[in-house]
């Protein structure tokens, strides 16, 4: 059981480059989040999905999209890169709130992005 | 939108000692879920303790317990007998049961713990 996994763990791109994170997760959870932390600022959540085929807007969406084609991975595409997504990234996922085991989210170890 | 806040960039112990980090919450909700997370150097997200808002009694979990006061919208975390290990960044988390906004969390930003030897 391997929880939530990220790839790559860390990436540098050159502005304008595109690439895509991948996040997977083996513990059935409906539920997937795509969020970014900067220094001072906590994490802020980008976009996120309530089910395969699904997917919303977050806090911070601008410059990123997403797709869940699958139910266990949820995929982050940054097609131009700027320097203002130099950040880390975490996915996380989760059960609905209110149901068994919706109290928990589980978050994926990060993804160092450098855009230069 | 709901807002989590934490007015403590950062707060420093003694080993051995005790610490309340603290963190308020804004929100129109009555049923919800509250979290401390742990971020150490590894940047690994650990989940610390919850607390749902419906249940009175405060959460403990070892040496952590909280002080939830749902009227007041409050939710301190308090670390008895600190540890080395305890140093990080940590985080108050709110979990929305709105459906519609896929029961996001909102995070606050951070406390820095230091825990001097």
């Known amino acids: 059981n391997a929880g939530v996994t990220q790839t790559p763990k860390f990436r540098v791109l050159k502005t304008g480059q595109s690439m895509t994170l991948l996040c997977a997760q083996d513990?059935?959870?409906?539920?997937m989040y795509w969020y970014r932390q900067d220094p001072g600022m906590g994490l802020r959540l980008i976009h996120y999905s309530v089910g395969e085929g699904t997917t919303a807007k977050g806090e911070v969406p601008d410059g990123y999209n997403v797709s869940r084609l699958k139910k266990q991975n949820f995929l982050l595409g940054l097609e131009s890169a700027a320097p203002s997504q130099t950040s880390v990234y975490f996915c996380?996922?989760?059960?609905?709130?209110?149901?068994?085991?919706?109290?928990?989210?589980?978050f994926g170890p990060g993804t160092r992005l450098l855009v230069l | 939108a709901q807002t989590v806040t934490q007015s403590q960039p950062e707060m420093s112990v003694q080993e051995a000692e005790t610490v309340t980090l603290s963190c308020t919450y804004d929100t129109s909700e009555s049923d919800y879920y509250l979290f401390w997370y742990k971020q150490p150097p590894s940047r690994q997200m650990i989940l610390v303790i919850r607390q749902e808002a419906y249940k009175q009694q405060n959460a403990t979990e070892n040496r952590f317990s909280v002080n939830f006061q749902k009227a007041a919208k409050s939710f301190s975390l308090k670390i008895s007998d600190s540890q080395l290990g305890d140093a990080a960044m940590y985080f108050c988390?709110?979990?929305?049961?709105?459906?519609?906004?896929?029961?996001?969390?909102?995070f606050g930003t951070g406390t820095s713990l230091t825990v001097i030897p």
């Open positions: 996380a996922s989760s059960y609905p709130a209110g149901g068994p085991g919706g109290e928990t989210q589980y």
């Open positions: 988390a709110y979990r929305s049961y709105a459906w519609n906004t896929g029961n996001q969390f909102y």
């Open positions: 513990m059935n959870h409906e539920y």
